[in-house]
């Protein structure tokens, strides 16, 4: 097998026997195979097993009865799942046209690339397929922000948010993929040093059935994005920041009930640092506690440092209180807000690092894991 070609599908039965036609003709002198990945609620399923009896290549079925991940998810899967490894990844509605497929090969075939891009805006590439002049702005916008928030990864690429892309999945580390819904092109090429070509195309419009696009998608996309840029990071700030509005909340409600500022802010900040520790633990760096100190040992460097950045952090919320004249809940944001960079950098390269092994450890293996550990995807 040549080429394993991967349609994630949601609901798309009236497109099934059209796709599959149209892939045939398009491979019919490249060995391959579609490989469907489904999560329906419809008859997709049924319909996928009716038209693999009659169909000139081979089809296969996964159907999810859980859709972890989403589409880019389903693509995952897909990988795992191929017999080539070579994938195409393309919709299941027809607006990426199979007659290119052979195009994507016959570029890739050159030896020269890891992953080529069917690109909406590369030379004589369209995206009229996209419905109406809302849909057509955002697309531009989000691809104009994901190129600004890789600008290396992305050199050349002027399309990373298609669906539509050849990728060999031998430069991909799959395990290491944390997709999140639909982009999962973003996620490969943000995640690999693979090799990247582009060929045009037209976005066609769908053949049958609706748009599975919406603003929750957005969401997800702005969300992911994060994630993927600042790593840990971005999910140690979330936290950060709910343990702010905690923080601010408490001091508010204490001294609205009498109590004086500096009590009102030691029991926040201790609630607070008691919290912050159980939801880092269970959604930043859960994936690197095995290879870290124990979990008594980790809450007590954790809880040591906390106390020791309120010890200073508390006197000057209390001086800005007194000599600025600003109100303690005001005064408390902005000196949280200075410690966030402090706490992060002290948790990632001293509470979750690994342990030594070895005195006589390569100091550079060291410092390369606690790297890998602070950029790696945190997963929520």
């Not at 691809?143 to 290396?152: D, N, S, V």
């Not at 969300?223 to 601010?248: Q, Y």
């Not at 095995?290 to 952090?313: I, M, T």
Request: hydrophobic content about 50%; aromatic content about 8%.
């Amino acid at each position: 097998m040549q080429l394993s070609v991967i349609v994630p599908t949601y609901n798309e039965a009236p497109n099934v026997a059209e796709l599959v036609a149209r892939i045939s003709e398009a491979t019919r002198d490249i060995q391959a195979e579609i490989v469907f990945v489904d999560d329906s609620t419809d008859a997709t399923p049924e319909v996928i097993t009716e038209v693999a009896r009659t169909a000139s290549l081979p089809v296969r079925l996964v159907h999810r009865d859980i859709a972890t991940g989403g589409l880019g998810g389903a693509v995952v899967v897909g990988f795992d799942a191929a017999t080539a490894d070579v994938c195409i990844v393309m919709d299941g509605d027809l607006q990426h046209p199979p007659e290119d497929i052979p195009r994507l090969w016959d570029r890739y075939s050159r030896g020269d690339v890891d992953v080529v891009v069917a690109s909406r805006y590369d030379g004589e590439g369209s995206n009229g397929g996209l419905s109406g002049v809302s849909r057509v702005a955002v697309s531009r916008t989000a691809t104009a922000l994901t190129k600004a928030m890789f600008p290396g990864k992305l050199r050349g690429v002027s399309d990373p948010m298609t669906g539509f892309f050849l990728v060999d999945r031998r430069v991909l580390d799959i395990p290491r993929l944390n997709p999140r819904g639909f982009k999962i092109l973003l996620e490969i090429l943000a995640r690999s040093n693979a090799r990247v070509a582009e060929v045009p195309f037209q976005f066609a419009g769908r053949h049958a059935g609706e748009s599975k696009a919406s603003a929750r998608q957005g969401v997800w996309f702005l969300w992911h994005l994060a994630l993927l840029r600042f790593g840990k990071m971005s999910l140690f700030a979330v936290i950060g920041a709910l343990g702010a509005v905690a923080n601010i909340v408490i001091v508010w409600a204490l001294t609205r009930l009498g109590m004086d500022d500096i009590p009102a802010m030691v029991i926040a900040a201790e609630t607070t640092i008691i919290g912050n520790f159980l939801l880092q633990e269970r959604f930043v760096f859960q994936d690197v506690k095995q290879e870290a100190s124990g979990v008594w040992s980790r809450f007590a460097k954790s809880f040591a440092f906390n106390n020791a950045e309120a010890l200073v952090r508390i006197p000057l919320t209390a001086m800005l209180v007194s000599t600025w004249h600003i109100s303690v809940v005001i005064a408390t944001a902005l000196t949280l807000a200075l410690a966030f960079i402090a706490r992060f950098l002290f948790h990632a390269l001293v509470v979750y690092a690994p342990r030594r092994r070895k005195v006589s450890a390569a100091n550079r293996d060291l410092l390369d894991k606690i790297d890998e550990q602070i950029m790696a995807p945190g997963e929520l």
